[in-house]
């Protein structure tokens, strides 16, 4: 199975990506946002960063990419989409997500080990979690504050479509403590904590709770 | 040539930390009496032409677009001048 990993000028995270995608058995297609050409993957790992230097607002410059010209009516059609940090925040600007992701409540850049809790292990990329199961993701970012009107929120809330909580402090002010969101479908999701960071004993600080993610997909390929 | 202002604000129902910070740090510097603070962003946008309705009907098409995110902004269009 082919997961593209997508790599916008000022993105950190894409190797970290291709290399917890390849510890999982999945091999990591490097994308180049310059490209109309999504190379035939069967799924998208949009990774964190800053890209195009986070320029206007987030995500709001990468949202017109090639490459996201390509993206957006595949995640329609159903193509499984993951979005990290600067992943999730284009996520939103590209309207694949509802809401957006403000400035830190507190005004600081956070960077620390994170209580997250999962709630929805229905959607591609949540598969191998157990509904409630509570895990510990690095996150690092300072814009992250999940916000959204009331009537986007209360839709998310009955729909199941809260797929990831703080747990513990909230790190940014996110409303509900909204950690991560998925579509209707289930097969875009986006979440500011890394789980690409946390899949090796040696350099996951908080452990190796993020392979559950790339397991989830892999197996999610593999069945289909 | 003319100059078309966009400016960028933050809805009212979203928390803008930055504005507070700005209003704590008001009276520490001696200003007095100024009850809150929002910051936005402000565009100038110089259009080839004259600034008439369809020119500025494009620069609201541009802000829409690109200059705000409408999920989470307000923006307001007007001709300089």
């Not at chain 1, 949009?46 to 990468?62: K, V």
């Not at chain 1, 209580?115 to 300072?142: C, M, Y």
């Not at chain 2, 929002?38 to 946008?45: A, D, L, N, T, Y």
Request: charged share 20%.
């Amino acid at each position: 199975m082919r997961v593209g990993v997508v790599t916008f000028p000022g993105t950190l995270d894409d190797q970290d990506a291709a290399r917890a995608l390849r510890l999982a058995g999945a091999e990591a297609v490097p994308l180049w946002h310059a490209d109309h050409d999504l190379k035939g993957v069967d799924a998208v790992f949009l990774p964190g960063g800053f890209s195009y230097g986070d320029y206007l607002r987030c995500g709001a410059i990468s949202r017109f990419a090639p490459l996201m010209t390509e993206l957006v009516p595949a995640a329609q059609a159903g193509l499984p989409v993951l979005g990290t940090c600067n992943g999730f925040q284009i996520l939103c600007e590209a309207q694949l997500l509802p809401g957006a992701l403000v400035r830190n409540a507190g005004l600081h850049y956070v960077c620390r080990d994170q209580g997250i809790r999962v709630d929805n292990a229905t959607t591609a990329w949540t598969a191998d979690f157990s509904e409630g199961q509570e895990i510990t993701l690095p996150v690092k970012h300072g814009e992250g504050r999940y916000v959204a009107d009331a009537g986007t929120l209360a839709e998310l809330e009955s729909s199941g479509r809260v797929v990831f909580r703080y747990t513990g402090s909230n790190p940014n002010g996110s409303l509900n403590d909204i950690a991560g969101i998925t579509n209707e479908a289930g097969n875009v999701v986006g979440l500011m904590p890394h789980p690409e960071h946390a899949v090796e004993e040696l350099t996951g600080a908080p452990g190796v709770d993020g392979r559950g993610f790339f397991s989830s997909i892999v197996r999610k390929l593999v069945d289909a | 040539m003319a100059r078309v202002i966009v400016d960028v604000m933050l809805k009212p129902e979203i928390l803008d930390p930055q504005g507070q910070a700005i209003a704590r740090a008001l009276p520490r510097l001696g200003f007095a009496g100024v009850s809150d603070v929002r910051q936005g962003k402000r565009f100038e946008v110089e259009v080839e032409g004259p600034a008439d309705e369809a020119a500025i009907a494009e620069v609201r098409k541009m802000a829409e677009t690109l200059l705000a995110n409408t999920v989470i902004e307000d923006f307001v269009v007007r001709v300089e001048g």
